[in-house]
């Protein structure tokens, strides 16, 4: 399970684009069971950083702070909050 790119500085970074209103579940369990499939096989000391793209969408507060409680503990802390970033449009 190859994360769409990495970094020079020891950074692999997952990029997502699901309909949060419709898929939210599938994106949680998507991202979780990938991030944890890939801490046994990449480097021990690199950091896995999530993008959730939500071009397009209305999505409230209260849903980005649902999906990334949910992230932080179905990858068992693997994810924290300062490394899911939700974005879109620049506001």
Same mark, same amino acid.
């Given at each position: 399970? =190859?994360?769409?790119?990495?970094?020079? $500085?020891? *950074?692999? *970074?997952? &990029?997502?684009?699901?309909?949060? $209103?419709?898929?939210?579940?599938? /994106?949680? =369990?998507?991202?979780?069971? +990938?991030? /944890? $499939?890939?801490?046994?096989? /990449?480097?021990?000391?690199? &950091? +896995?950083?999530?993008?959730?793209?939500?071009?397009? +969408?209305? &999505?409230? +507060?209260?849903?980005?702070?649902?999906?990334? $409680? =949910?992230?932080?503990? =179905?990858?068992?802390?693997? %994810?924290?909050?300062? %490394?899911?970033?939700?974005?879109?449009? &620049?506001?």
């Amino acid at each position: 399970m =190859r994360p769409d790119f990495t970094t020079d $500085e020891g *950074v692999a *970074v997952e &990029v997502k684009n699901y309909d949060i $209103e419709t898929n939210s579940a599938a /994106l949680i =369990r998507t991202i979780a069971e +990938q991030t /944890l $499939e890939r801490t046994t096989h /990449l480097p021990e000391n690199m &950091v +896995q950083n999530v993008i959730i793209y939500i071009r397009g +969408q209305t &999505v409230s +507060q209260d849903q980005k702070s649902y999906i990334t $409680e =949910r992230l932080i503990s =179905r990858t068992e802390g693997v %994810l924290q909050s300062n %490394l899911i970033t939700f974005k879109g449009p &620049v506001e």
